[in-house]
């Protein structure tokens, strides 16, 4: 419903930005607040919690600093060039992009815990800096072997259609 509402008011104002911007807005304010709710009063074990929390304000501190960024060249540099030759609406892009991928992963370990699968993921960082969630060891086995199980099911008739085998 939203995005209907959204699309209808976007193209009866198609001359003015502002609508777009105050949807992407609103968008983006659910989505913190919503995480932040799960980050502060999921039940997980205080280490799980702790990594939600820093996943989301990393997420939304990436988020921010491309934003004033952005911001600032708009208000104050008359040549659209706060440093020769970079845009900081380019890094305003690079970043809410990065914060975007931060935040998905966020999700993916909140993702895990509910699949009980959390405790066993680990965080590593690409270069250094940006965090990426990976699964444990525990949890590729489980899935390789739920796979196995359900491919062992199944067998293929003579049009070459998969249909479930009954023992």
């Known amino acids: ?17 502002m609508y777009h911007q105050v949807a992407y807005a609103a968008l983006v304010f659910t989505l ?6 799960i980050s502060y009063t999921l039940p997980a074990s205080p280490q799980l919690r702790r990594t939600l929390v820093t ?10 600093v491309g934003y004033v960024s952005w911001v600032s060249e ?15 609406h ?19 370990l909140y993702r895990y815990y509910l699949q009980g699968r959390a405790e066993n993921a680990t965080v590593h ?9 990976l699964p444990g060891e ?3 086995q489980q899935q390789g072997q739920m796979m196995t199980n359900s491919q062992a099911q199944m067998t293929m008739n003579s049009q070459g259609q998969f249909m479930k085998k009954f023992d």
């Not at 913190?32 to 709710?37: G, K, L």
């Not at 380019?90 to 993916?108: E, N, P, S």
């Open 1 to 17: 419903m939203y995005g209907l509402a959204t699309t209808l008011v976007m193209l009866t104002n198609k001359n003015n930005p």
């Open 32 to 37: 913190v607040f919503r995480s932040a709710y």
């Open 55 to 64: 996943l989301f304000w990393t997420a939304i501190c990436t988020y921010l």
């Open 74 to 88: 708009r208000h104050f540099c008359k040549n659209g060039y706060a440093i020769p030759f970079v845009q900081l």
């Open 90 to 108: 380019a890094i305003w892009h690079i970043l809410t992009g990065t914060g975007t991928f931060i935040w998905i992963q966020h999700v993916i």
């Open 125 to 133: 960082r690409f270069l250094g800096l940006i965090p990426y969630v």
């Open 138 to 140: 525990n949890s590729q």
